[in-house]
């Protein structure tokens, strides 16, 4: 149920469930806020499960602070504009008593209701409802009302427990309505003007009704009587005009201009090529702007070389949007790309200064930094350099969760340097040494738990690793300390290895010589567990 003080962004996504004459109807109620000045122009709809318009209404809360109180008013108009069903609680002297009132329900005095009988089949059981009469309301409270009839059908009798809904708002008010109007919407820029469809219709800010795939609608309203008009359709200027007509069905032509922003840039470095939604507008700076439609739109930025794309989705709804001066675009260097070409040319030393360049905020650090690590690890033999850097990785809070899940793999890399440090350490100084191996051992049982995440492209070595480095880390580790239970885990260990050694790295030479040099460390342990 929508209520009423909610601010607009929930007014405009909570769904209302509500009840019509003889079913249920989901419905979503959406806003779209604008600025209008200091304040703010709320557009909401109301929309049922198939698509179709059931309402729609414009508000203006004229200053920030007063959108609380525009979502209560909102809330409340569209909750007097649906019907709500209620039962004949009583029939007593004072009349026909109704289980609604006025607190929950917003029931006044000479409110109608239809009143509807039950169809019964010879079972006895009800199969559905029909029209009977409607009564009245004459008195409320806060949680009942009391009805007299306006007329019944002549074989109705009002019993306690039959239904009565509340007639709908625009229901009533069309039955008074003898005339109508037919407006026709056209909108774009000429000569590629078209037929708008999904134009919202207000006379006198109430919504009317919204036109067709042809841009037409049907409006009906009093004849000679003066009613202001306003036309809306997002991505186009507001519409409004007055209107009076003194027969009915006569059409009304309307012209909706595209609603246009200013659009102004400029970068560090100047020429880069500007695309918004994926087509080029120009090249920095564009100072004295392009015109951008209204909506949210994807801007990218290429200076090419060796900078990054700058892109960005970005809200065009104010006359004029600009990024100059202090909120100009500054390119970054694509680092991991450089580095990455350091590489294919075979210099290492210029992919590492290339790959270290990379600092946090940038797009690419993750990729960059675990890039570094790798490098450390495999080339340099740099354990400590490649714990910090793939550290640094998991320092992210997206990486440590692998929201990301590119980056799982980081816990076996990182466990498999823990692992060469340990051994760096084993004949200077054995604590430290069992240190990294427990910290080897913590990394890669994350690793083990997480191997769905893998990349696909080296995913079989990738498992390898993981099981290969934990039995390692466990053996190590066991051989320093000597504790029994260390034995028993380097048991287990070995065995997942072998258990789980991938079918596709079976013929692989180089993971054959491994596979064999596991089955002498594990005959070395497997009978003391």
Not at 172 to 177: A, C, I, S, W
Not at 356 to 375: C, F, M, V
Not at 499 to 509: H, R, S
Request: charged share 25%; hydrophobic share 40%.
């Amino acid at each position: 149920m929508l209520k009423a003080g909610l601010d607009m962004e929930t007014v405009a996504t909570k769904g209302w469930q509500h009840t019509s004459l003889m079913r249920s109807v989901d419905m979503i109620i959406s806003g779209n806020v604008t600025q209008a000045g200091q304040g703010l122009t709320i557009e909401s709809t109301v929309v049922a499960a198939n698509g179709k318009i059931l309402l729609s209404q414009i508000n203006k809360a004229r200053k920030k602070k007063n959108v609380a109180n525009t979502a209560r008013l909102i809330a409340n108009s569209i909750i007097d504009q649906f019907p709500f069903e209620g039962t004949i609680a009583a029939v007593d002297e004072q009349g026909y008593r109704i289980n609604l009132g006025k607190a929950d329900y917003r029931i006044r005095r000479g409110s109608q209701f239809k009143y509807l009988v039950a169809n019964m089949e010879r079972s006895g059981r009800v199969k559905g409802f029909k029209d009977a009469g409607t009564l009245r309301v004459v008195e409320t409270d806060a949680s009942s009302s009391w009805a007299e009839i306006v007329d019944l059908n002549d074989a109705a009798k009002v019993k306690v427990g039959d239904r009565v809904v509340r007639r709908f708002y625009l229901d009533e008010r069309r039955e008074m309505e003898k005339g109508s109007i037919l407006l026709s919407a056209n909108g774009g820029t000429p000569p590629d003007d078209h037929a708008l469809w999904g134009v919202n219709v207000y006379l006198n800010n109430t919504w009317v009704g919204t036109t067709g795939s042809n841009g037409k609608v049907e409006v009906p309203l009093n004849l000679f009587e003066e009613y202001d008009i306003q036309l809306s359709r997002h991505g186009y200027q507001p519409l409004m005009d007055t209107v009076s007509v003194d027969e009915s069905r006569q059409t009304k032509e309307y012209f909706l201009e595209m609603a246009n922003a200013l659009f102004k840039i400029e970068s560090e470095p100047a020429g880069a090529e500007v695309f918004v939604d994926g087509v080029k507008i120009g090249t920095t700076p564009i100072l004295d702007g392009k015109l951008i439609n209204f909506g949210f739109r994807k801007v990218v930025l290429s200076a090419g070389g060796e900078y990054r794309n700058w892109q960005k989705v970005m809200q065009f709804n104010q006359p004029e949007v600009q990024l100059l001066g202090p909120n100009k675009v500054v390119f970054v260097k694509d680092y991991f790309k450089i580095g990455q070409n350091a590489e294919q040319n075979g210099d290492i030393d210029a992919a590492i200064r290339a790959y270290s360049s990379t600092e946090k905020g940038n797009p690419d650090y993750s990729a960059a930094r675990h890039r570094l690590a790798q490098l450390y690890l495999d080339e340099k033999g740099n354990y400590d350099g490649a714990v910090r850097e793939f550290e640094n990785v998991l320092s992210l809070p997206e990486n440590q969760q692998i929201i990301y899940k590119q980056f799982a793999v980081t816990y076996t890399n990182l466990g498999h340097s823990y692992y060469r440090k340990g051994m760096g350490l084993l004949q200077k100084d054995k604590k430290a040494a069992a240190s990294s191996f427990a910290k080897a051992i913590k990394n890669l049982n994350i690793a083990k738990q997480n191997t769905r995440f893998f990349p696909n492209r080296h995913f079989d070595e990738a498992v390898h690793d993981t099981y290969y480095y934990l039995a390692l880390s466990y053996h190590k580790l066991y051989l320093i300390t000597k504790k029994r239970a260390l034995v028993e885990k380097a048991n287990l260990a070995w065995r997942e290895y072998f258990d789980f050694f991938p079918k596709n790295l079976e013929a692989k030479a180089n993971f054959v010589k491994i596979r064999n040099s596991a089955r002498i460390y594990w005959d070395q342990i497997k009978d003391l567990s």
